[in-house]
C-alpha cells in the first residue's frame, strides 16, 4: 500500500520561470558594430523601402548594441536565414547605405587596426558615408549630447512646475516696474582665448623633458617670440626642445634666464628649409562589404567592389595580346638558342701521390 507524502500537497505551484533574454554575440574589444551619427528617431517604418528579408535583419541589426558581432557566420546563428542569405543581406543594406565596413585604428598613438560595421538606420548615400569616414562629421544636423540632456530635463522640470514658473515671472514683472532705474551689470570679463600658440606650448613642455627647465608662465610669454622664429625657421618642435635641455648643468637657477641664452646663441639661419610634416596614418580604412577587399570610399560606392558591383572589366589579356606575347618569348627563346657556346674548360689535371 502506498504512503500518501503529506509534503507533496502542501508545495505550493510555482509558475516555470520565462527564459531569460540571451545577450547577443560580442565581438573581440574594439571590433563589432558601431552606430553611426545623427541618425533619426527609431520608428516602424524605417526599413520599409526593403524586401521584407532585408527590413527582417535591418531591424535585429538596429537592436544590436555597439560592439556586437556583425559577421555573417554569427549573425546566421542567430536569424532564421543561412549564411549566403544573411551575406547577401549585408550587401543589399549597404548598397540601401545602411552600413559600411571599415578598418580603424585603436588610436593616434597605437598601430592596432580593428575592424568595425557602421551601422545607421537612416540610409545615407555615398557623399556622407565618405564624409563620415574621413572624420567630417557633418554639423548641420549634429546633436550634441550634453544639449540634448539639457533639453530634455528642462522639459521635465517645465512640466511639473507651470504655476510656479508663473508666479516666478509675475515677480520678477512686478519688480522691474518698482525699480525701473535698476543699476546696469558690470561688465563681464573678456573671455581667455582658447587656443594657445605651438610655441607657448612647447616652452610649456620643456619642463616634463627636464625638470630643471621648468618655466613659469611668465617666462614663457616672454620667451614665446623667440621659439616662434624657430619655428618659423624650419625648425621642429623635437629640435627646439633638444636644444633647450640638451647637456644642461647640474643645476640651473635661473632657467627663463638659461632658455633666452640658448634660444638666442643657437637660433637656426634664416632660410633653412623646413621639414617635411609626415602625414599621418587615415584613421580609417573602407573595405568591401561582400568580399573585404581596402579601398578608398570613392572607388567602394555603395560600399562595394567594382567586382561584387558586376562592374570589373572583363579579366585576361585580349587574343591579339596573347599572339603578340607568345611570338616575344619564341624570339627570346631563338636568340638563347642561337647563341654560341663557350668551349668546354679541359678537366685539371690531378696531382698523384707519391
Known amino acids: 500500500m ?18 531569460a ?22 520608428s516602424a517604418g524605417d526599413f520599409a523601402h526593403l524586401p521584407a528579408r532585408e527590413a527582417y535583419i535591418a531591424a535585429h541589426l538596429d537592436r544590436l548594441p555597439d560592439g556586437a558581432a556583425m559577421d555573417h557566420k554569427t549573425l546566421a546563428r542567430e536569424l532564421p536565414y543561412g549564411q549566403q542569405a544573411v551575406r547577401t543581406a549585408l550587401r ?8 559600411r565596413v571599415c578598418r580603424e585604428r585603436v588610436s593616434a598613438e597605437r598601430t592596432q587596426w ?3 560595421t557602421y551601422f545607421s538606420r537612416t540610409a545615407r548615400d555615398d557623399a556622407w558615408w565618405s564624409a563620415f569616414l574621413r572624420g ?15 533639453a530634455v530635463a528642462g522639459a521635465k522640470a517645465a512640466a511639473g512646475t507651470d504655476a510656479e514658473a508663473g508666479a516666478v515671472a509675475t515677480a520678477m514683472a ?50 614665446e617670440p623667440l621659439a616662434a622664429e624657430w619655428l618659423a625657421r624650419g625648425a621642429s618642435p623635437a629640435a627646439v626642445r633638444h636644444a633647450l635641455v640638451n647637456a644642461l648643468p ?34 580609417r580604412i573602407v573595405e568591401c562589404t561582400n568580399c573585404h577587399v581596402p579601398g578608398p570610399p570613392e572607388a567602394l560606392p555603395g560600399g562595394l567592389c567594382r567586382v561584387c558591383h558586376g562592374t570589373a572589366p572583363a579579366a585576361g589579356p ?21 647563341r654560341p657556346r663557350a668551349p668546354a674548360r679541359p678537366p685539371k689535371p690531378r696531382s698523384g701521390r707519391g
Open 2 to 19: 502506498a504512503v500518501a507524502n503529506p509534503s507533496a500537497d502542501a508545495r505550493p505551484y510555482a509558475p516555470p520561470k520565462p527564459p
Open 21 to 42: 533574454p540571451q545577450q547577443p554575440p560580442m565581438a573581440g574589444p574594439g571590433y563589432g558594430k558601431r552606430s553611426a551619427p545623427d541618425q533619426a528617431p527609431r
Open 92 to 99: 543589399v543594406l549597404s548598397e540601401a547605405g545602411h552600413l
Open 114 to 116: 580593428v575592424s568595425r
Open 136 to 150: 567630417d562629421v557633418p554639423q548641420a544636423t549634429r546633436v550634441e549630447a550634453g544639449t540634448l540632456a539639457g
Open 174 to 223: 512686478t519688480a522691474d516696474e518698482a525699480t525701473p532705474d535698476a543699476a546696469p551689470a558690470p561688465p563681464s570679463r573678456p573671455s581667455r582665448p582658447s587656443r594657445r600658440s605651438p610655441a607657448l606650448d612647447l616652452l610649456a613642455s620643456v619642463g616634463h623633458a627636464d625638470p630643471r627647465m621648468a618655466l613659469s608662465a611668465r617666462e614663457c610669454a616672454a620667451l
Open 250 to 283: 647640474d643645476v640651473v637657477a635661473a632657467p627663463g634666464a638659461f632658455a633666452r641664452r640658448r634660444l638666442t646663441d643657437r637660433m637656426p639661419p634664416e632660410g633653412a628649409a623646413p621639414r617635411p610634416e609626415r602625414q599621418p596614418a587615415p584613421r
Open 318 to 338: 585580349s587574343p591579339e595580346a596573347e599572339d603578340a606575347v607568345r611570338r616575344r618569348v619564341d624570339e627570346l627563346r631563338a636568340v638563347v638558342r642561337d
